[in-house]
């Protein structure tokens, strides 16, 4: 198992990617990054089989569910930025999850969090694309989750 640890943002120019794996989280950290929700929905498999948990929006299921979590943030007054680091790949043919690291930050005009999130995320092939099908975030440390829960509220 190999270790990447080289931060994967969404300012990586997808076509110098060697790896199609990289490529598809490239696609979904520069939708979030740059609060693209058309190009969010083709990171995803816009269905009802999908789902996602997080520590402030709880268990999301179906595209329209999660939709709602990323017009929230790419609405609303916080900047958000995150980036994937300190993370495996671990695939087949079809199938393919990711787990790591988020690191980033959420700022409103009052607060401003350091973010830390173990992360993992799966994907699989559609119509030959990779499209993610789950995601799941979680912040290990209590105060830091009690006070993003309280500032995103």
């Not at 043919?93 to 980033?104: A, L, P, Q, Y």
């Amino acid at each position: 198992m190999k270790i990447i640890s080289q931060a994967v943002n969404g300012t990586e120019d997808l076509n110098q990617l060697q790896s199609n794996e990289i490529k598809a989280l490239a696609l979904f950290y520069k939708a979030f990054n740059e609060r693209d929700i058309e190009l969010m929905q083709k990171s995803w498999l816009t269905s009802d089989e999908i789902s996602m948990d997080n520590p402030v929006g709880g268990i999301k299921r179906g595209w329209n569910e999660i939709k709602s979590v990323y017009e929230k943030i790419f609405f609303g007054n916080a900047e958000v930025y995150v980036e994937f680091y300190d993370y495996t790949i671990h695939s087949t043919v079809d199938m393919f999850f990711v787990t790591g690291r988020e690191r980033g930050y959420f700022k409103t005009e009052n607060d401003s969090i350091e973010l830390a999130i173990r992360t993992s995320r799966i994907f699989i092939k559609r119509d030959d694309q990779w499209k993610q099908i789950h995601h799941h975030g979680s912040i290990d440390n209590p105060e830091l989750l009690m006070k993003y829960q309280n500032t995103v509220k």
